[in-house]
């Protein structure tokens, strides 16, 4: 079963039927544990993030549209450091040369972490900017198969990826709304972003 799918069958269960299903296993058995791919949703849209869908790249080309529609940031200015977004960007009239005052950010990212709704970031996509640095508008492209349960798991897979060239500036952002303040040394909670992530089916 699709991401999608396991998302709409779970929040628009009736209460009812959850508490039934709560129930059905027994005071004495443990509860179920949250799959990581809805915790992440969960707190992730509960720190305040925009959560998008997108089961195809054309939809994730439309969704991207429609928030330069929703936002009027058609002909404005955006700050990326990846090659890879430049077309996403070109083909929306979106300046990235020369960028002194931009719109918005857009970027990949490392991985989402399911356990506290943060996404995980690294030089590769900042640079050397920490997040007081950034506009405060934020564009996110991911996969759902970068959800991580953990930090410590973000971690490795950062390991597993790069190996011996590690990146630098690893960074969570969790705050996304102005009363989220997190405490974690990764997280800098206090600089809340209005942040839209865009996260492609590839599982």
Known sequence: MSFFKKLI??????P????????????????????????????????????????????????FVNILMENDWFETDALTHEIAIHTLLEENNVNF???????????????????????????????????????TNIV????????????????????KKYGSCLPSNITAFNCFKPSVVESDFLSYGRTPKNLYLLLLEDL
């Open 9 to 14: 069958r779970i929040f628009q269960s009736p």
């Open 16 to 63: 009812e039927s959850l508490a039934s299903a709560k129930d059905s296993r027994g005071q004495y058995l443990p509860p179920k544990e949250t799959p990581v791919d809805e915790l992440f949703t969960i707190n992730f849209t509960n720190n305040g993030g925009k959560f998008l869908y997108c089961d195809s790249k054309d939809e994730l080309d439309e969704t």
């Open 97 to 135: 040369k020369n960028v002194k005052e931009p719109a918005f950010f857009i970027a990949s990212c490392e991985s989402l972490i399911a356990d506290d709704g943060a996404i995980l970031f690294s030089d590769r996509q900042l640079k050397d900017n920490k997040a007081t640095h950034l506009p």
């Open 140 to 159: 996110v492209l991911a996969k759902t198969s970068q959800i991580t349960k953990t930090k410590s798991d973000g971690l490795r897979e950062i390991k």
